[in-house]
């Protein structure tokens, strides 16, 4: 099952293209509806079935072509609250994210910018020290044994690249 989802703004404006596993998950999320579904698939699990989704729209509205700001809950949201060196995800005992395990790690050491530069390593692109491609989620454990150093001189590895998210990736 490797087919992709149409994604349509609430106004069945195009937005964009995502694996059907996101679509899935938006939509136990409550996030999108069903337009199109793919005839004769079906998503099963021991207790439900669902309409393999083809193209789904927002239930709210999203502004598609706005750019979104650099915040802390907006790292936490792209990176769905997960240490991306880990891979682990702190939650409370209500279920919700611990806040306060989870911190923002520059991938390259502010130690290393040169008048608020730095150049990513993965593609010699240069970018503010804090920027979207610059910074991730980290747990605490993590930015304490990665510190000042880089990625590979800590002997880490990310999970993902970090790059600028769209609205939708933190819409929900």
Same mark, same amino acid.
Request: net charge positive; with cysteine; hydrophobic share 45%.
């Given at each position: 099952?490797?087919?992709?989802?149409?994604?349509?703004?609430?106004?069945?404006?195009?937005?964009?293209?995502?694996?059907?596993?996101?679509?899935?998950?938006?939509?136990?999320?409550?996030?999108?509806?069903?337009?199109?579904?793919?005839?004769?698939?079906?998503?099963?699990?021991?207790?439900?079935?669902?309409?393999?989704?083809?193209?789904?729209?927002?239930?709210?509205?999203?502004?598609?072509?706005?750019?979104?700001?650099?915040?802390?809950?907006?790292?936490?949201?792209?990176?769905?609250?997960? $240490?991306?060196?880990?891979?682990?995800?702190?939650?409370?005992?209500?279920?919700?994210?611990?806040?306060?395990?989870?911190?923002?790690?520059?991938?390259?050491?502010?130690?290393?910018?040169?008048?608020?530069?730095?150049?990513?390593?993965?593609?010699?692109?240069?970018?503010?020290?804090?920027?979207?491609?610059?910074?991730?989620?980290?747990?605490?454990? $993590?930015?304490?044994?990665?510190?000042?150093?880089?990625?590979?001189?800590?002997?880490?590895?990310?999970?993902?690249?970090?790059?600028?998210?769209?609205?939708?990736?933190?819409?929900?």
């Amino acid at each position: 099952m490797s087919s992709a989802v149409l994604v349509l703004n609430a106004d069945y404006t195009l937005l964009e293209v995502i694996p059907w596993q996101q679509a899935v998950l938006l939509l136990f999320r409550q996030k999108v509806r069903i337009v199109e579904e793919y005839a004769g698939r079906m998503i099963r699990s021991p207790s439900i079935a669902i309409p393999f989704p083809a193209v789904v729209a927002l239930v709210k509205y999203v502004p598609a072509h706005r750019k979104v700001r650099l915040t802390r809950k907006n790292i936490l949201c792209r990176d769905a609250y997960t $240490c991306q060196y880990c891979g682990r995800r702190p939650r409370r005992a209500e279920g919700a994210p611990d806040l306060e395990v989870l911190t923002i790690d520059h991938v390259v050491p502010r130690a290393l910018e040169r008048d608020g530069w730095v150049v990513l390593p993965w593609n010699g692109k240069r970018v503010r020290v804090t920027s979207w491609e610059n910074v991730l989620t980290a747990c605490a454990p $993590c930015n304490t044994t990665k510190g000042a150093m880089s990625v590979k001189l800590a002997g880490m590895s990310m999970r993902r690249t970090p790059r600028a998210p769209s609205a939708i990736d933190v819409a929900w």
